[in-house]
Nanobody, 123 residues
């Protein structure tokens, strides 16, 4: 069974940091694209950051300079280091993967999703 399992969410005050992890099992994604998306209540799911093979990365403008995506290909795990968190970063964060090296911040192009992990940032 192919699945993605996220961990690392939680509650933090504005300006704080959190690190999310996402481990893939049942399929080796290798250089294929993996990434993080988020969805706040009443809003559409949006792309946060994506990475393929540890070389190409894309970030949403709202998180550039604050978030860093990385991956350990040997462990099929992708990470999201979130610094200088803001209340507007509050959302459910989802890990996703697609069987392509092409990386985009479009949720509809990702076929595998994790269950999500909640991130809450208080002011």
């Amino acid at each position: 069974q192919v699945q993605l399992v996220e961990s690392g969410g939680g509650s933090v005050q504005a300006g704080g940091s959190l690190r999310l992890s996402c481990a893939a099992s049942g399929y080796t994604y290798g250089s294929n694209c993996m990434g993080w998306f988020r969805q706040a209540p009443g809003k559409e799911r949006e792309g946060v950051a994506v990475i393929n093979g540890g070389i190409t990365t894309y970030y949403a403008d709202s998180v550039k300079g604050r978030f860093t995506i990385s991956r350990d290909n040997a462990k099929d795990t992708v990470y999201l280091q979130m610094n200088s968190l803001k209340p507007e970063d509050t959302a459910m964060y989802y890990c996703a993967a697609r069987r392509s090296v092409s990386c985009v911040l479009l949720p509809r192009l990702f076929g595998l999703w994790g269950q999500g992990t909640q991130v809450t940032v208080s002011s």
